[in-house]
Each structure stands twice: as structure tokens, then as C-alpha cells.
Nanobody
Framework: QVQLVESGGGLVQAGGSLRLSCAASGFIFSINSMGWYRQAPGEQRELVATITGYSNTNYADSVKGRFTISRDNAKNTVYLQMSSLKPEDTAVYYC???????????WGQGTQVTVSS
């Protein structure tokens, strides 16, 4: 059974940092590209960053230079280091394997990030 458990969110002032973690199980983590997504109130879920099994990364323009995605295949965990946070980064953040995200399956509960101005 696929499980994705996000953690590390919280309330932070603008300019601050947070590190999100996502523990994955129930599928072969190491060969799957993983992504971090976010959904702000009243908005659709958007892709923030992706990382391949070889740790090649891509970022949305809105977070490029501020966020860093990484993974630890030994721990089946993907991370999102967020720096220079802005109020517009406020959202619920989710992780997922890219194949599952594309078919809208197996989303976890997400972790809330709130950035105050």
C-alpha cells in the first residue's frame, strides 16, 4: 500500500526557512521521480519541484533559487529545503511520486506552511 507522510511545516516569518520531509513506502522509491506540490486556499495544486532517481532537479520559476529538493534513497525520504520564504509560499505542501501524481493517486495529508509578513 502506497503511503506518503509529509512533515516539517509550520508558521514562519517572511525571510525564514523550513525543511519539509516526506517519508514514502509501498513502492520502489529509488527508481521513481518525486515531486513536491503545494495548494493554497482557493487555488489548484501546483508543482513546486521535482527530483529524478538520479537526483536531477527542476523547480517552478516562483521558487527557483530559494527552494532545494533532495532525496535519501536509503531512507525512502524526499526533502524540500525552503529559504527566503514569502507570504505567497503559504500553502499545504504535498509530495508524491510523479507517476502517481499524474494520475491523481495516493496523496498524503500534506503539511501546512504559513508565512507571515
Amino acid at each position: 500500500q502506497v503511503q506518503l507522510v509529509e512533515s516539517g511545516g509550520g508558521l514562519v516569518q517572511a525571510g525564514g526557512s523550513l525543511r519539509l520531509s516526506c517519508a514514502a513506502s509501498g513502492f520502489i522509491f529509488s527508481i521513481n521521480s518525486m515531486g513536491w506540490y503545494r495548494q493554497a486556499p482557493g487555488e489548484q495544486r501546483e508543482l513546486v519541484a521535482t527530483i529524478t532517481g538520479y537526483s536531477n532537479t527542476n523547480y517552478a520559476d516562483s521558487v527557483k533559487g530559494r527552494f532545494t529538493i533532495s532525496r535519501d534513497n536509503a531512507k525512502n525520504t524526499v526533502y524540500l529545503q525552503m529559504s527566503s520564504l514569502k507570504p505567497e509560499d503559504t500553502a499545504v505542501y504535498y509530495c508524491n511520486a510523479i507517476p502517481y501524481a499524474l494520475t491523481n493517486k495516493y496523496w498524503g495529508q500534506g503539511t501546512q506552511v504559513t508565512v507571515s509578513s
